[in-house]
């Protein structure tokens, strides 16, 4: 395989996947991210890896989909151009990886597009036969290795339990395994806001106290992987909504 500045494809996917999880969870910069997953995606068109190639694509897509959830953050709606960038790229990695028969990547891209309609255009309904195809093959994510991809499918399954198909008792079993995958992976950065989801769930589901322990630790663990201010605050104020509420029913 040909080498450029000393790392293949799939190393420089790695790199840019590491530059993604920071970025997303710390620094909020997406411009090294985007830059390796671009650079990657280069070389394994040239060098005719196609995995590679799916893995820099999708990583791309993910990238967009961060900046355009930072932009929801900030109180404005990406652009019908965003959204519509990011959902091509997500659709290229699916058609690669279906093509290539790979369970575990074709998991991770049906997620991807999933969160096009789930989060940027509010649309459940679209979203979900996508999360089901991939909740479908989430033990081939795991099998890959990837155990923070599973960790994600089951979250977005937790949500929709949550707000959509509201069943508290189901939101709370994904987010509890959802958690525990992050905690098997052992990442500081992803696990407070799986404490989070998983808080909101037992609140939802009465469990108060629960909820209150989780969201404690939460924050403890938030300030300390010294994460972006917005998710400290999510934190923050979920806690004192929980408090709030166990304080009422007391």
């Known amino acids: 395989m040909t080498i450029r500045s000393g790392r293949t494809a799939r190393q420089l996917c790695v790199a840019a996947d590491e530059a993604l999880t920071e970025a997303a ?81 074709t998991a991770r891209a049906l997620f991807g597009v999933g969160l096009v309609f789930q989060v940027l255009r509010r649309d459940w309904a679209a979203a979900m036969p996508y999360f089901w195809r991939s909740f479908g093959l989430a033990e081939a994510v795991e099998e890959s290795g990837d155990l923070y991809g599973r960790s994600e499918i089951h979250r977005h399954l937790g949500f929709y339990h949550l707000v959509e198909d509201v069943r508290p008792a189901e939101a709370v079993r994904q987010l509890e395994y959802s958690l525990a995958l992050r905690e098997k992976l052992g990442d500081p950065r992803r696990i407070p806001s799986a404490l989070v989801a998983l808080g909101e769930a037992e609140m939802a589901a009465g469990n108060l106290e629960r909820a209150v322990e989780l969201l404690s630790r939460a924050l403890t663990l938030a300030r300390q992987a010294d994460l972006q201010p917005w998710r400290i605050q999510d934190a923050e104020q979920t806690l004192r909504e929980a408090a709030a509420a166990l304080s009422a029913a007391t």
Not at 84 to 103: F, H, K, N, Q, V
């Open 25 to 105: 969870f710390r620094t909020g910069d997406f411009t090294g991210a985007e830059s390796l997953f671009g650079e990657a995606c280069a070389l394994a068109e040239q060098d005719g890896d196609r995995e590679a190639e799916a893995l820099a694509v999708g990583g791309l897509g993910m990238t967009h989909h961060y900046r355009n959830i930072a932009k929801l953050l900030s109180g404005r709606t990406p652009a019908d151009a965003d959204v519509a960038a990011e959902e091509e790229l997500m659709r290229r990695s699916l058609t690669i990886w279906e093509e290539i028969g790979d369970a575990a990547g």
